[in-house]
């Protein structure tokens, strides 16, 4: 079975740093991007980082340049989302996804999601 577990999350004041942490089992970890969402209440999901051995690094929104960097692990097939200085509107439930194209099929997986809030 396809599971990818984030953990990490949890209670920080701003300015703060937490790291994510996606755990992917049962698919070739190689073949896939692996991207991290967020969604905060009332928004709609909006893309984070995505990290892939085909195309690298990819910043989704201007809000983590600078702050948020995204690394793997391929010998644990997880990815790693670093997140320093922290802010409030970074307040969110934060989603891992798996995605790829395979023989001419779109995959397309998520974790069950982890809390990050920050204090003022």
């Known amino acids: 079975d396809v599971q990818l577990q984030a953990s990490g999350g949890g209670l920080v004041q701003a300015g703060g740093s937490l790291r994510l942490s996606c755990a992917a089992s049962g698919f070739e970890f190689d073949d896939y991007s692996i991207a991290w969402f967020r969604q905060a209440p009332g928004k709609e999901r909006e893309g984070v980082l995505c990290?892939?051995?085909?195309?690298?690094?990819?910043f989704y929104g201007d809000f983590a340049k600078g702050r948020f960097t995204i690394f793997s692990d391929n010998a644990r097939n997880t990815v790693y989302l670093q997140m320093n200085s922290l802010k409030p509107e970074d307040t969110a439930v934060y989603y891992c996804?798996?995605?790829?194209?395979?023989?001419?099929?779109?995959?397309?997986?998520w974790g069950q999601g982890t809390q990050v809030t920050v204090s003022s």
């Open positions: 990290i892939s051995s085909r195309e690298g690094i990819t």
């Open positions: 996804n798996a995605n790829a194209w395979l023989t001419s099929l779109r995959y397309d997986y």
